[in-house]
């Protein structure tokens, strides 16, 4: 069992900024990729940003230059930090791990970003 929770969800305005974070549990070798997706009411699930245990990341055009993921390969643990916020980013936030070509979720947190 891998079990992944995430946290720094939040309420936020406007150009203000918060860091997520994800850690996996259990049974655990190797995490190949860590990312995050993000999914706002009556849209699909869309990618926010990817890590490979090697530290090459992929982002999605929309979140370039304002989001940095990073990881801590020691502690299974992945973060998000996310900058200059905008409306459109609020959605709720959910972290991914493939673990020997297996993809798990975590429950998610919500981000909402409001004046």
């Known amino acids: 069992q891998v079990q992944l929770v995430e946290s720094g969800g939040g309420l936020v305005q406007p150009g203000g900024s918060l860091r997520l974070s994800c850690v996996a549990s259990g049974s655990i070798f190797s995490i190949n990729v860590m990312g995050w997706y993000r999914q706002a009411p009556g849209k699909e699930r869309e990618l926010v940003a990817t890590?490979?245990?090697?530290?090459?990341?992929n982002y999605a055009d929309s979140m370039k230059g304002r989001f940095t993921i990073s990881r801590d390969n020691a502690k299974n643990t992945v973060f998000l930090q996310m900058n200059n916020l905008k409306p459109e980013d609020t959605a709720a936030y959910y972290c991914?791990?493939?673990?020997?070509?297996?993809?798990?979720w975590g429950q998610g947190t919500q981000v909402t970003v409001s004046s």
């Open positions: 991914n791990a493939v673990i020997v070509g297996v993809g798990y």
């Open positions: 890590i490979a245990r090697t530290g090459i990341t």
